[in-house]
């Protein structure tokens, strides 16, 4: 409590209680409230608090969105320490000089400024990587095993593993939120990789690579229904921790 003259300003520090300590990982968001006792008036500031988990860096960059952003709660919900670059300059210069257990890439707007060979580092050091491309680098497809099919604009999207689908829509009608064009491309696994969810005509829409450390989308980030697309983020993060064994493919006898 205190008294402002009129169009005066003052600094508030606030601080959080013991109960803070106890809170699981997560992203939580309050309302900090300030009221005139003399003309009833009532402001509130919004304020957050991040919980993270130890070791759980991520380093994510998209180069735009026309959707909303699903990536960065999704994030922050899984108790990842999220670092936020504003350009591809400034994402490969982090990829290079510091160590992230996951690494985001988008590209959806522009051409990709992704440097390739730090991020191949970054998985030969056991990294995890999600990535999109909407204009199919076959480079890229190949070093998370997996390629491109050449058809793109397909939908829904049927998730085709358990864990992803938990909790959202499937199939999941994805939509272009405003893109025009090239707003989903269908893929192929290759080596051990493998399909955890299909467009109708058969094509990939996710190749989990990697043993389960890699994952390349077969639609751009913000292409999901509003009301699933953070879930579904949450959940491929789930399947980046617990990975999967490599498929065996053995020729037939005879």
Not at 237 to 252: K, R, T
């Amino acid at each position: 409590a205190g008294t402002l003259a009129p169009a005066a300003s003052v600094d508030v520090d606030v601080s959080l209680d013991p109960g803070a300590l106890a809170l699981a990982y997560g992203y939580y968001t309050g309302n900090i409230v300030f009221s005139n006792h003399v003309s009833g008036r009532i402001h509130t500031r919004q304020a957050s608090l991040s919980v993270t988990r130890e070791g759980f860096s991520a380093l994510f960059f998209a180069d735009g969105f026309v959707g909303p952003d699903f990536v960065t709660p999704a994030l922050r919900a899984q108790g990842y320490a999220v670092e936020l670059p504003d350009t591809w300059e400034v994402f490969n210069q982090a990829l290079m000089d510091e160590e992230f257990l996951l690494v985001v890439s988008l590209a959806q707007a522009s051409d990709s400024g992704l440097d390739l060979g730090a991020l191949e580092d970054h998985l030969l050091a056991n990294g995890r990587v999600i990535a999109a491309d909407w204009q199919q680098d076959e480079m890229l497809a190949e070093l998370l095993e997996a390629e491109f099919t050449g058809v793109d604009d397909m939908t829904p999207v049927t998730m085709t593993d358990d864990d992803l689908a938990a909790g959202i829509q499937n199939p999941q009608p994805i939509a272009d939120p405003g893109w025009g064009a090239w707003w989903s491309f269908g893929l192929r696994p290759l080596d051990a990789a493998q399909s955890i969810a299909r467009f109708r005509n058969g094509d990939s829409a996710l190749v989990w690579g990697h043993g389960g450390r890699s994952a390349l989308l077969g639609m751009l980030a913000d292409t999901l229904a509003p009301e699933d697309g953070q879930r579904f983020f949450e959940n491929l993060l789930q399947l980046l921790e617990v990975g999967h064994d490599d498929l065996l493919v053995l020729p037939a006898d005879g």
